[in-house]
């Protein structure tokens, strides 16, 4: 919970707190035969990493107005990206296949309780954690759909727990999405520089700042 949290505010914290997290429910998940879960987790570990990473160097936020309030803390946040198309429909084009691929691998040679839409909700996912990992806005809407299915399929497995949990990660999806709304996007210009012009360049001719849609 406190991962997805950190991720809202764009923490980097996220990260490691994901990774105990994941491993966690690898093992929970296991025993629940929800295999493709089971292997989601161990994924995510992976993509992890490769958020962390991506976050380090990807430009941090523009700096507040010296003595503006949580000038510090929004300086040290990664921007939010605009997507290409390309890397929306990509990882979607992959991950459509795959989860059919993977549903029937599940159904012919597993014991899984839902191979077909659990084999989906993994794929979908892991689409959502690259966005994510990508500084994506659009990620929370993916997690939006995916916990609002996940949260009755852990109850049908009884897994009470676990479904309240998800319960919460899609409240906290839309406050992600919402947070996420009107930051700066990386490549718009800086609005400290709003009020000051170059020679000879009117201030109204500067672009505004661009929020991530």
């Known amino acids: 919970m406190a991962a997805v949290w950190w991720t809202s505010v764009r923490n980097a ?32 570990a992976v993509l992890l990493l490769y958020g962390w990473w991506n976050w380090r160097r990807a430009p941090a936020g523009p700096p507040a107005a010296e003595g503006a ?10 921007l939010v990206r605009r997507p290409a198309a390309l890397e929306i429909g ?16 599940m159904a012919r040679h597993t014991d899984a309780a839902w191979p077909w839409l659990d084999a989906t909700l993994t794929a979908l996912s892991l689409v959502a954690q690259v966005w994510m990992a990508r500084l994506l806005r659009v990620n929370w809407l993916l997690w939006i759909g995916v916990d609002l299915v996940y949260v009755p399929l852990y109850a049908s497995r009884q897994l009470p727990t676990t479904a309240a949990l998800y319960a919460v990660f899609l409240v906290l999806a839309v406050l992600g ?3 996420w709304k009107g930051e ?28 991530a849609r």
């Open 184 to 211: 700066p996007v990386a490549g718009a210009p800086d609005p400290s520089s709003q009020g000051a012009s170059p020679a000879g360049t009117p201030a109204a001719a500067q672009q505004p700042v661009q929020s």
């Open 13 to 44: 914290l996220c990260w490691p707190s994901g990774l105990v997290s994941v491993l966690l429910y690898a093992w929970i998940f296991q025993r629940a035969r929800l295999y493709s879960d089971a292997l989601l987790q161990l994924v995510y």
């Open 90 to 105: 990509l990882p979607l084009a992959i991950a459509l296949p795959a989860a059919l691929a993977l549903g029937a691998f």
């Open 177 to 179: 999405w919402w947070r």
């Open 69 to 78: 309030k949580g000038a510090t803390s929004r300086a040290s946040r990664p």
